[in-house]
């Protein structure tokens, strides 16, 4: 299986990302702001077939349109809470939006349906290179802002007492996320991101006990299930991105079954803080 150079590229590309996701959904999930990642993968699906239509490669556009897309949702703040609905449409039109590109350039309609359900095993060198280098770049930005977000999104109110800039500090996570974005659709496609962008986060806060095993575990499993997900498609030849879902979704499952799993705890520190004493 590793003779072939798609398969090494294959692991190499699931590893870089996963293990970028799992922390980077953690907080995701920690902050109850999942919808992010599911919108800035449909608003990068524009950027990347838009650059396809200019002649830039769409990785590097599917980029540029995250990043962007996340600090504007960080500048706004707490004002993209409770605007479901206006942003379903801005989703519905950054798809229609994205269809009407490779409506006048059709040659790349290959690349388009990676881009919307993923092609891990369809990473070159130059790819898994750039992948390296965004999970490099956003694991380094998250540890830079890890004590002050973890402050902003536990308590909030008393972080801002304490001088923490939220908006800064939403700024900057949600362009992070936008950069783990870019990267998980290059495994699993827009479609899909919430597989290793929020299952294994949602599992790991269910199981563990505090925020460093959390992000340990949201990590492993994030990179077990892809793994695992490449290996199974190698053996039924189905396509990773299925069952990369397939796990992701299953071990949420089993942590919310009570009793299969003795260990499983549920942490109200991490998921409902309860207000901290007063300096």
């Known amino acids: 299986m590793f003779s072939y150079d798609f398969m090494v590229n294959a692991f190499a590309a699931a590893t870089a990302?996963?293990?970028?996701?799992?922390?980077?959904?953690?907080f995701l999930v920690l902050r109850q702001q999942s919808f992010a990642g599911h919108a800035l993968s449909h608003v990068g699906f524009t950027g990347a077939t838009g650059a396809a239509l200019l002649g830039f490669p769409p990785l590097w556009g599917l980029v540029a349109m995250t990043l962007a897309a996340g600090l504007s949702m960080g500048f706004l703040g707490e004002k993209v809470a409770g605007r479901d609905v206006a942003i379903g449409m801005v989703l519905a039109a950054s798809l229609g939006l994205g269809l009407l590109f490779l409506h006048f350039f059709t040659s790349y309609a290959a690349q388009a349906?990676?881009?919307?359900?993923?092609n891990v095993f369809g990473v070159d060198r130059a790819t898994l290179r750039t992948l390296i280098v965004l999970g490099a770049l956003t694991l380094a930005g998250l540890a830079l802002i890890g004590r002050p977000l973890l402050f902003a999104s536990l308590q909030p109110e008393l972080a801002e007492a304490r001088g923490v800039r939220l908006r800064l500090v939403s700024v900057l996570?949600?362009?992070?996320?936008?950069?783990?974005t870019a990267g998980c659709a290059q495994i699993v496609g827009v479609l899909l991101v919430f597989t290793l962008m929020v299952g294994p986060a949602a599992t790991a806060q269910r199981l563990t006990r505090s925020l460093g095993a959390g992000l340990a575990v949201s990590a492993l499993l994030a990179l077990a299930e892809a793994w695992g997900g490449i290996l199974l498609a190698w053996t039924t030849d189905w396509p990773a991105s299925f069952w990369i879902t397939a796990l992701s979704g299953g071990m949420y499952l089993l942590s919310c079954l009570p009793g299969l799993l003795p260990w499983r705890v549920r942490n109200p520190r991490l998921q409902a803080p309860g207000p901290l004493p007063a300096p």
């Open 173 to 180: 996570f949600l362009g992070l996320v936008g950069l783990a």
């Open 17 to 26: 990302v996963a293990l970028v996701a799992g922390p980077v959904g953690f």
């Open 113 to 118: 349906t990676a881009l919307l359900f993923g």
